[in-house]
């Protein structure tokens, strides 16, 4: 059974920084596209950041580029967010996502979700 559990989701001050985790279960991340994406009350949900099956490919949304991070350890089966520099507009629910395709990633069409965990960023 597929599943994806994301942690370290909180509540910090604008400048701040969280490590967002993903635990997979049931395959392997090295396997997969993975991404991550959050939605924000009242806004559709958006691509954050993706890493793909090689490991070197990385996309990331411009919003983010230079202050966030997408990683993943094998040996783990984990997959890795790192906020930095947080501020206000990244308020939002963070969710983990998988899917074999590359595709799914840009679109957010992916096979497999977690249950999100929730940033809050003050001003």
């Known amino acids: 059974q597929v599943q994806l559990v994301e942690s370290g989701g909180g509540s910090v001050p604008a400048g701040g920084s969280l490590r967002l985790s993903c635990a997979a279960s049931g395959f392997t991340v090295s396997s997969y596209c993975m991404g991550w994406f959050r939605q924000a009350p009242g806004k559709e949900r958006e691509a954050v950041a993706a890493i793909y099956i090689s490991g070197f490919t990385r996309y990331y949304d411009e919003s983010v580029k230079g202050r966030f991070t997408i990683s993943r350890d094998n040996a783990k089966n984990t997959l890795y967010l790192q906020l930095n520099s947080l501020k206000p507009e990244d308020t939002a629910m963070y969710y983990c996502?998988?899917?074999?395709?590359?595709?799914?990633?840009?679109?957010?069409?992916?096979?497999?979700w977690g249950q999100g965990t929730q940033v809050t960023v003050s001003s």
């Open positions: 996502a998988a899917d074999v395709s590359s595709e799914a990633m840009r679109f957010g069409t992916a096979k497999y």
